[in-house]
């Protein structure tokens, strides 16, 4: 994992939207495609930024590598 890295992810923001389709057809959550951004220093969390229309949304995650 690094800084720059590319990384998909469903926003907490979007767990109860979906995407524009169809009562009657297969619903699916809405994901986004952005890059790390920061990673903290003793490895507990890493921040992923990506644009959603004109704004740019962030999120942290935890680190599991133990």
Not at 39 to 63: D, Q
């Amino acid at each position: 994992m690094r800084i720059g890295e590319k990384i998909t992810w469903t926003p907490s923001a979007f767990d109860h939207e979906v995407s524009g389709q169809r009562a009657d057809k297969q619903r699916k959550l809405r994901t986004v495609t952005g890059r790390i951004v920061y990673i903290h220093p003793a490895r507990r969390y890493y921040m992923a930024e990506a644009k959603v229309g004109n704004e740019t949304i962030r999120e942290c995650f935890p680190i599991n590598e133990r």
